[in-house]
């Protein structure tokens, strides 16, 4: 029934049982949705991943019965990336992309539609329809577990990269599933501890990624968060699913619990989560019975089993663009995107790139370069169909033209330590150049565990810095979840930002090393010179059950220019081995009206002798804003490729909402400055061109004026001030002039209206009266 197409999804939920329709509203298994096989209804497999699929035999191939489907989803969730215990064994080899902590850095929609496309073809090839990602939670803490997963701390680069993603994938016929709606920034507790947030701060920073990407790229799926929003579990906020997601946004997808998310599952489907993952018998039974008593409204049992079966048939609709998937390509491919990702955090005395003509003997130090961090832990953690040492694409630039010598990071006791620092700065002083490879500690991150610290591994600091006394050409390989502390900055010259690079992170490293590759990524993250430093710092991570995220709008950068604190490196920084130059900004708007948008023109061009590509960034500055806002926000991006010498003009349109905040005391976007100042920068505290708009606002309605108002805002109005005067003479039988004497004495009362005219006049006036007068006064068109 339902596989024929003339068959209206209406008719076929019209003939389910409702024992039917609660299972077509669960899973089966761990990876699958149910099957009806009565109607011809097939299930859809799915899978984690968006940086790799991660396809476990034992999981999906074994069965579906859910007895241990907890203990299985717990391995998964448990299990670490650098473990050699064998958690690789049941899944099946596929491309391990770089993590969206490093693909954020690229800033390049083209990379990240093409790994769409690449994910694609190895889900069809895997037989699996849905991919459980992106995931876009802004990254407002560098200490959150699953930081290293997402992309920014900006909802514009969060929403614009996730939209390239999910159309690479659903453009060659897998669906994505959006996530984690909303505010899922914490694993501490991570199912209880709700995220306390003001409505402001959800609308321009924490939902407004989500909006982006969900009116780019339609997302056949949207995955609900584990923790509570404002106190609301997430897969059961109303507010949030239905109110935002389906009636202002228009959201007309399917709405998926994460794993085991859901408390209350009558609940969870009449807010809006249609699909409960993974299979539970005691969740299906508190649904049924809802169902059976009419606890849940039918109509909306229907409606959710209407948009499980449009996702279906979308899945069966889709075929592959391209028989099969090839590996080699996309292993190519993920060598691309890391390198095109790469922050070349700093390079004094240009000691990058290294020059194999002049190099004779390279040390390079650290485990990272034989062992590689190449990815995160969790759920998104996928086994790689190959890996790119570090240290093997090194000796592959080596052969022939340097001699190269590797030393391990340094084990053991703080006296063993010493020594091997001790023998590690004897050989640099042997050789052309040094470089270290550092990373964060294993097992200190990941899902289910935030951060305490930005340390690195002890012993490494220990290395740099003693390192940073012996050699001078000294490089500095980063691999991190996400921000670090680099307490010896100032000594080391040149340091690169790796994150988890994927397995063609070692190729990207070699590459950019030896300047095979110009380094053109950007940092999507500010990174703080300490840990203290961090926004949001000092409420973090809650108490009671309750984390309030106290630094409101000013996320990242916003929060580091609010309170002029300088970072060990700023967002959107990154340098290259050539040079730009930024020339002849215009602006078609001679002012921002209500509804209108504008293009922003300027002029690109490569200053020094080797090509190279910049990211260019859009800011916008409100002047004199109606509301307290953050000194500049990101609006657009675009990265643009140059020869030496090359200059290219590009344009980015900017829509009215770029220029709005929320207000919510309306309920809704307001335009209201004096002007706007647009930037073009290099980083967001490295403004190259600026050119001011003004602002034509909108005409706000004033607050409403109620007795308890201060007179002195009643009587600020010049219209409710002759009103009023005109309403005292009234009453009091009084003069003009008298009643303006009594106005003004009223004006310097910090009373309410009311009580003031009591305190002056006495009952003269009734409240009634007051009531009266200032009704009308709110209905006169003021403002």
């Given at each position: 029934m339902f596989q024929d197409a003339k068959v209206a999804v209406v008719d076929v939920v019209a003939a389910m049982t409702d024992e039917e329709k609660v299972d077509l509203l669960s899973g089966r298994g761990l990876w699958k949705t149910a099957a009806i096989a009565r109607l011809n209804v097939p299930s859809i497999i799915m899978t984690d991943g968006t940086y790799g699929v991660r396809y476990s035999t034992t999981q999906i191939d074994a069965g579906d019965d859910d007895e241990d489907s907890l203990q299985q989803f717990l391995a998964v969730v448990n299990q670490e990336a650098d473990d050699d215990t064998g958690m690789f064994g049941t899944t099946l080899p596929a491309t391990c992309f770089p993590n969206g902590n490093l693909i954020g850095c690229s800033w390049d929609y083209d990379l990240t539609y093409r790994m769409g496309q690449a994910l694609a073809a190895e889900c069809h090839q895997l037989g699996v329809q849905l991919l459980l990602g992106p995931g876009i939670n802004t990254r407002r803490t560098p200490l959150a577990g699953r930081a290293y997963e997402y992309y920014?701390?900006?909802?514009?680069i969060n929403g614009d990269l996730a939209a390239a993603l999910i159309s690479g994938l659903q453009d060659n016929g897998i669906g994505a599933s959006l996530k984690h709606f909303a505010c899922n920034n914490s694993e501490i507790d991570r199912t209880n501890t709700s995220s306390d947030v003001s409505e402001r701060a959800l609308r321009e920073i924490y939902l407004a990624g989500f909006e982006r990407a969900i009116a780019k790229s339609a997302p056949w799926t949207v995955m609900s968060a584990y923790n509570p929003v404002n106190g609301v579990q997430a897969a059961e906020n109303q507010?949030?699913?239905?109110?935002v997601l389906r009636q202002e946004w228009g959201y007309d997808g399917l709405v998926v619990?994460?794993?085991?998310?859901?408390k209350d599952r009558p609940a969870s489907l009449a807010a809006g989560t249609e699909l409960?993952?993974?299979?539970?018998?005691?969740?299906?039974?508190?649904?049924?019975?809802?169902?059976?008593?009419?606890?849940?409204?039918?109509?909306a049992v229907d409606a959710a089993c209407g948009r499980m079966l449009d996702f279906v048939r979308k899945c069966l609709a889709a075929k592959p663009s391209a028989p099969g998937a090839d590996l080699d390509r996309h292993h190519a491919l993920a060598r691309d995107i890391a390198a095109e990702s790469i922050v070349l955090l700093k390079n004094e005395k240009a000691v990058l790139p290294l020059d194999t003509a002049t190099i004779r003997r390279l040390l390079v130090v650290g485990d990272g370069a034989v062992k590689p961090q190449i990815q995160g832990s969790g759920s998104a953690t996928t086994n790689p169909y190959l890996v790119d040492t570090p240290l093997s694409q090194i000796e592959v630039r080596a052969s022939g033209r340097f001699v190269l010598e590797h030393l391990p990071t340094p084990p053991g006791t703080a006296t063993e330590i010493e020594a091997h620092v001790a023998r590690i700065c004897e050989r640099a002083g042997e050789v052309d150049a040094v470089v270290v490879f550092a990373e964060n500690e294993k097992g200190r991150n990941g899902e289910g565990n935030d951060r305490d610290t930005l340390d690195i591994v002890p012993a490494q600091n220990a290395v740099i810095a003693a390192l940073a006394g012996v050699a001078d050409k000294l490089v500095v390989v980063l691999t991190m979840p996400d921000a670090v502390e680099m307490p010896w900055l100032e000594t080391v010259p040149a340091a690169l930002a790796c994150f988890y690079p994927g397995q063609g992170g070692g190729e990207a490293i070699a590459?950019?090393?030896f300047g095979e590759q110009n380094p053109c990524g950007k940092l999507s993250a500010t990174m703080p010179a300490m840990i203290e430093d961090i926004p949001g710092w000092h409420s973090y991570p809650g108490e009671h059950g309750r984390h309030l995220y106290s630094e409101g709008i000013f996320v990242g950068y916003r929060y580091y220019d609010l309170k002029s604190i300088a970072p060990a490196f700023p967002f959107g920084h990154g340098l290259s081995y050539t040079t730009f130059g930024y020339e002849d900004l215009a602006i078609d708007a001679s002012a921002i009206s209500p509804g209108s948008s504008c293009n922003v023109t300027l002029t690109i061009r490569n200053t020094g002798t080797v090509p190279g590509k910049e990211i260019v960034q859009i800011y916008v500055r409100p002047v004199a804003p109606g509301l307290k806002r953050p000194i500049r926000e990101l609006k657009a991006f675009a990265k643009i490729a140059l020869?030496?010498?090359e200059s290219r003009s590009v344009t980015f349109s900017l829509a009215p909402r770029d220029f709005q905040y929320f207000d919510t005391s309306r309920g809704s976007w307001v335009l209201q400055a004096e002007a706007f100042v647009i930037e073009a920068a290099a980083s967001s505290r490295d403004i190259r061109l600026s050119q001011v708009v003004p602002c034509r606002g909108e005409p706000l309605r004033p607050p409403a004026f109620t007795e308890h108002s201060a007179a002195s805002a009643i009587l600020a109005d010049a219209a409710a001030a002759e009103t009023v005067r005109a309403f005292i003479a009234e009453k009091l039988a009084?003069?003009?002039?008298?009643?303006?004497?009594?106005?003004?004495?009223?004006?310097?009362?910090?009373?309410?209206?009311?009580?003031?005219?009591?305190?002056?006049?006495?009952?003269?006036?009734?409240?009634?009266?007051?009531?009266?007068?200032?009704?009308?006064?709110?209905?006169?068109d003021r403002g």
């Open positions: 920014s701390e900006d909802p514009v507010w949030l699913l239905t109110q619990s994460d794993w085991h998310a859901i409960d993952m993974p299979e539970s018998k005691p969740r299906k039974a508190q649904l049924l019975a809802a169902l059976k008593t009419g606890e849940i409204d039918r109509q590459r950019i090393l020869q030496p010498g009084v003069s003009d002039d008298e009643a303006s004497i009594i106005a003004e004495k009223v004006r310097g009362s910090f009373l309410g209206f009311h009580e003031s005219l009591s305190w002056f006049i006495g009952d003269s006036i009734s409240r009634e009266d007051v009531v009266v007068l200032l009704s009308n006064l709110n209905n006169d």
